[in-house]
């Protein structure tokens, strides 16, 4: 496992008023990779163009989403699904090369079922893909991790998934955890370094 440090991806969130004017679709991309001064079949095209298509593709089952590409737009989003008063959590950790990690399970602390996750993509400027599932749908946790050579330390924001059975048959989770979608096996995943997850204080 690896944890690659927030400054990986140093894309900055625009005002509100900069961002209305530049568009975000995929009908327009040719305009935006001329905006940009991107090579319109060079490799970071094909990542805006994943980027744009990801936050167009529509909500699955039990999801709420939204790609906010300004400042305001991401906490108006925050504060629609959850209220003014929130706490946000995100996962941090000592060192970012690639080791082994093990749980202390005697520090895992439960964060809540009712929240908002933002994952930072890849784009020329900031943009966060936000979602919120059903409040029975998913849970967080905050895990203590320690790596193999037993000194370096993460904290790492868990989500796990109780209902997948809206999901895409085809996800990578169900590969590798060898499981069909539905709502008997939990599927976790631990939170990049970048993303931001919310709930209501």
């Not at 005002?15 to 990779?33: D, G, T, W």
């Not at 999801?63 to 629609?80: P, R």
């Not at 599932?133 to 109780?162: E, Q, R, S, W």
Request: charged letters at 25%; aromatic letters at 10%; a positive charge.
């Amino acid at each position: 496992m690896r944890f690659l440090k927030p400054t990986s991806n140093k894309a900055a969130l625009l005002s509100r008023q900069v961002a209305k004017s530049i568009p975000f679709s995929s009908s327009n991309l040719p305009e935006i990779l001329t905006y940009f001064r991107v090579k319109p079949k060079s490799g970071y095209a094909e990542i805006m163009k994943k980027t744009i298509g990801g936050c167009e593709k529509p909500a699955i089952k039990a999801e709420d989403k939204y790609c906010a590409t300004s400042l305001e737009s991401l906490i108006d989003f925050m504060v629609s699904k959850l209220g003014k008063r929130v706490q946000v959590y995100s996962t941090e950790a000592e060192d970012e090369s690639k080791q082994e990690y093990r749980i202390e399970t005697t520090g895992v602390q439960r964060i809540g079922d009712r929240l908002v996750v933002c994952h930072k993509e890849s784009y020329v400027y900031g943009v966060f893909y936000c979602h919120k599932f059903d409040d029975t749908a998913t849970k967080a946790y905050m895990v203590p991790l320690v790596a193999a050579d037993g000194d370096t330390k993460a904290k790492a924001v868990a989500v796990c998934h109780i209902d997948t059975t809206g999901w895409n048959p085809k996800h990578l989770a169900f590969r590798v955890l060898k499981i069909k979608p539905g709502n008997t096996v939990p599927v976790c995943h631990f939170l990049h370094t970048t993303s931001l997850l919310w709930v209501p204080m």
